[in-house]
């Protein structure tokens, strides 16, 4: 969906994960990159060159906020610092969404930095959409919850990953950052159809992709972020597209990252990818 | 599932195989993880306790070279773990995991031995630089506030990012040198990417560690640069009353009262400390 109350009925394209290493490149060369995304986590400090850097990204382009700590999943209340701190970057960055996983990592106030997988049961569904909905009740800024990457699943689950993340995402009318690659990696470890995960959830939910690389092991694959993507995603990235028609997408490298050339060039491969799938989609539906 | 997680691995790396009260772990596992056709409960779980001690291990062998390299890098794998097994992680940032090794090496100082004291500056020095780099500032105060007021009423605080250390080792110099040594390896290396377990790489020349001297630090920044600035004694103790809510006029005085130094013009040089100080944007309001 081009634009919708997910995304804060915006319409962006290809974007770039903002990361430390290409810092200088960026700020010297201006690329032309329609869009970065920031791990919140890194820009709610108080100060210094953190800062300094982002207000400088923000003169000269469009920033969307990603966090890896709200842990919609946990049993613990939020952090009210973590929150507070939070909603000064949304107001700081003006991001049209943000995003976090669907997910736990801390329990009695003690954190793991871990994007934890949750058992998907009825109950915890209903906990972590009144997380979300408080969150964005709080912060004021629509939000979009990722389906991570997982190596173990609960005896205690209720219902299928994707029938998990229907209804929490229905429960907290909320959006989806359908991350595609952490689709695949799940499937893979924990033997379901990819297709099936892609056919079956809200649609019209879906406010951002995500598309990455990841790492094979002999017994399952590791969700690494250090690769260019691999074919399997983008087959998956063009069903996806499919579906949801044309939606923001970010291209994901964490881990050994490379020059923001390579990085750059891979997202405008992105872009060429997504220009050619949404043609044929249009011919089709003519 | 937390608590296996935080559960220290073994030397090998691995998941231990009993759980705290003796029974065997794959039981543990396979009581909330479902197995499948290639990994028992228990691997599956290893993979996400791995997981979190090469993450938090890998954190603080990045934020806290000097420390690596003063307690040696199989010692400093042990401190660390030691460390992260007592106080677990209870902020949502990274950045703040290593805020209590200054404490834990106080309580136990064993793991650092026998370099207890050369290891406990260097971790508050470490952790000076974290505070510097992106702590909080304050608007600095402006030469013509700070004149207009006299120094017998004149009361100053100092930038929060300001960290001010009385040290009885140069671990600045042996900071410099480490990093410049970890940095030209890393070029040395660059084909060979950062692996997600603590990383063993040799540095080529041992650096010699640094001889007992007593210095005194300012940890701070300046356009958003890191820097470290070494302070005679005297201006020391003028900035640590200062911190105290201490007057500029007494603070100057007990600075001198304290001072042994003779023949020094201490009015033109406790005017130039202030003049450099305030150029630095260190002053702001007292709290």
Redesign the interface.
Known sequence: MPANPFNGFTDYGIGIGLRVPHYRHILAKKPVVDWFEIIS?NF?????????VLDSILEQYRVVQHGV?MYFGSADKF?QT?LGRLKRLVKRTETPWLSDHLCWG??D??????L?PMPYTFAVARHTAEKIRAARDYLEVPICVENVSS??????SEMTEWEFLSEVTELADCGILLDVNNIYVSSK???FDPYEYLNNIPHHRVGQIHIAGHSKFE??I?DTH?HPVLDPVWKMYAHALKLVGDTATLLEWD??IPSFDEVHNEALKANKFRDQQLAARSETAA | MAGALFRPLTPEWRMQERWTDGSRMDKFAAAFIKPNDRLSSFERLEIYNRQYWFRVLDCLWDDFPGLRAVVGKRKFTKLTTRYLARYQSTSYTLRDLGNRLEQFLREEPHWAAPREDLALDMVRFEWAQIVAFDGPSKPAISPDEILDTPAAQLRLGLQPYLSLLELNYAVDDFLIAVKKQESDVLRGEASNAVGSAPRATRLRKRIHLPKREKIYLAVHRHDNMLYYKRLPPEAFVILTALCLGVTVEDACAKALTASNRTNIDWAAQIKEWFDDWSALGWFCRPL
């Open positions: 986590e709610m400090v108080d100060g210094g060159r953190p800062m300094e700590a952090d973590h801390s329990v106030g003690r954190y793991t930095h871990d934890l190596y173990a699943e609960f005896h205690a470890n924990h033997n017994k399952y590791l250090d881990d050994r």
